[in-house]
Nanobody, 125 residues
Framework: QVQLVESGGGSVQAGGSLRLSCAAS????????MGWFRQAPGKDREGVAA???????CYADSVKGRFTISQDNGKKSAYLQMNSLKPEDTAMYYC???????????????????WGQGTQVTVSS
């Protein structure tokens, strides 16, 4: 069973930056796609950014130009660099993974089989 552990969340003022990390373990496949999702109170979980096994990335329109997803060469970790943070970015952020080289809808939560417990990001105005 793949395990994902997020870290790096916290509180920051608007305009600030945070870097989230997702440490993965117990991989059983040689290929993985990974994504970052977020969920604010009372709202659905939404896809923020995703990266496939070939390193191709995609982003939600709301974070394009501000957030950057990356992964290490061994694909054991994924990162989300968040710049120019806004109060509306406040949410619980989750890391997700799936043993697929490429996902058809990488920002769709139902494409992923493995999830972390989440890390809270709070942006104050």
């Amino acid at each position: 069973q793949v395990q994902l552990v997020e870290s790096g969340g916290g509180s920051v003022q608007a305009g600030g930056s945070l870097r989230l990390s997702c440490a993965a373990s117990r991989y059983t496949s040689s290929s993985y796609s990974m994504g970052w999702f977020r969920q604010a109170p009372g709202k659905d979980r939404e896809g923020v950014a995703a990266i496939d096994d070939d390193g191709s990335t995609c982003y939600a329109d709301s974070v394009k130009g501000r957030f950057t997803i990356s992964q290490d060469n061994g694909k054991k970790s994924a990162y989300l660099q968040m710049n120019s943070l806004k109060p509306e970015d406040t949410a619980m952020y989750y890391c997700a993974a799936d043993a697929a080289r490429r996902l058809r809808k990488p920002l769709n939560r139902y494409e992923y089989n493995y999830w972390g417990q989440g890390t809270q990001v709070t942006v104050s105005s």
